[in-house]
């Protein structure tokens, strides 16, 4: 059982940038793959960016690739997305997940999921 709390969301204007943090619950943190996944009003939820259970591997969208930069940390049970060069497209809800396999771009391979935090940029 894992407990997923994302923060960090707001408004930022095109260009800028914003660190999201996901918060888990539990002692058995390292032994999850995480992801990031994000959707906007009408679209379907899309692939973000994932790491391995102990950071060594990870993987992005190709949209964001080169702007954005997942991390974590599990000795604090957390999981980071720093969002840089930011554009209106990257509006969205954005939610965290974890899964007991691999590292991986599908959302259905994912176990748990927090509720989401809102990122909107502006032009």
């Known amino acids: 059982q894992v407990q997923l709390v994302e923060s960090g969301g707001g408004l930022v204007q095109a260009g800028g940038s914003l660190r999201l943090s996901c918060a888990a619950s539990?002692?058995?943190?390292?032994?999850?793959?995480m992801g990031w996944f994000r959707q906007a009003p009408g679209n379907e939820r899309k692939f973000v960016a994932t790491?391995?259970?102990?950071?060594?591997?990870?993987d992005y969208a190709d949209s964001v690739k080169g702007r954005f930069t997942i991390s974590r940390d599990n000795a604090k049970n957390t999981v980071s997305l720093e969002m840089n060069s930011l554009k209106p497209e990257d509006t969205a809800v954005y939610y965290c997940?974890?899964?007991?396999?691999?590292?991986?771009?599908?959302?259905?391979?994912?176990?748990?999921w927090g509720q989401g935090t809102q990122v909107t940029v502006s032009s």
């Open positions: 539990g002692r058995a943190f390292a032994t999850y793959a």
């Open positions: 997940a974890a899964t007991r396999g691999g590292s991986s771009r599908s959302g259905t391979d994912y176990d748990y």
């Open positions: 790491i391995s259970r102990i950071g060594s591997i990870t």
